[in-house]
């Protein structure tokens, strides 16, 4: 989809001004607990499949699922005795693939106050901070809304 026709964001809310009535909606409330058994598929993985497959996606993330826009988030090898185990997911590189692939990440401010040390000051650049309950009323205006 060409920039132009991506919704923007208000100047100083980060809200959606408008939304193109092609794309979707995704939304991550739980993050993932996870680690061995994942290796190659979790809901962001899946959420770069739905915005190529279905033509659009915003994603909005909510609770403890904000942590994965948290730019400064490293992912650390697991030992368990002599075995060290370094391919873990790294949240935070497939949510830059998301932005890069044209996904719109958005992150409920109260979110990051409760799960986020410094908030919106601390997400990967490209994510924006969006009010509680801002996008409910704009649901109608996207082609779906779901849960992933």
Wanted: with cysteine; glycine share 8%.
């Amino acid at each position: 989809m060409p920039p132009e026709a991506r919704p923007t964001p208000r100047a100083g809310t980060g809200a959606v001004e408008e939304t193109d009535e092609r794309r979707c909606l995704g939304i991550v409330e739980r993050a993932y607990r996870g680690a061995l058994e994942k290796q190659f598929f979790d809901e962001l993985y899946l959420s770069v499949e739905m915005h190529r497959q279905l033509g659009g996606l915003d994603l909005l993330l909510r609770g403890q699922a904000v942590c994965y826009a948290a730019a400064s988030a490293t992912v650390p090898e697991l030992r368990f005795g002599k075995a060290t185990v370094t391919t873990l997911s790294d949240h935070r590189r497939d949510l830059v693939t998301l932005l890069e692939n044209g996904v719109r990440v958005l992150a409920e401010e109260s979110s990051l106050a409760a799960y986020l040390p410094g908030g919106a000051a601390r997400l990967t650049p490209g994510v924006v901070p969006v009010a509680d309950g801002e996008l409910a009323p704009r649901w109608p205006d996207y082609r779906l809304v779901f849960f992933i």
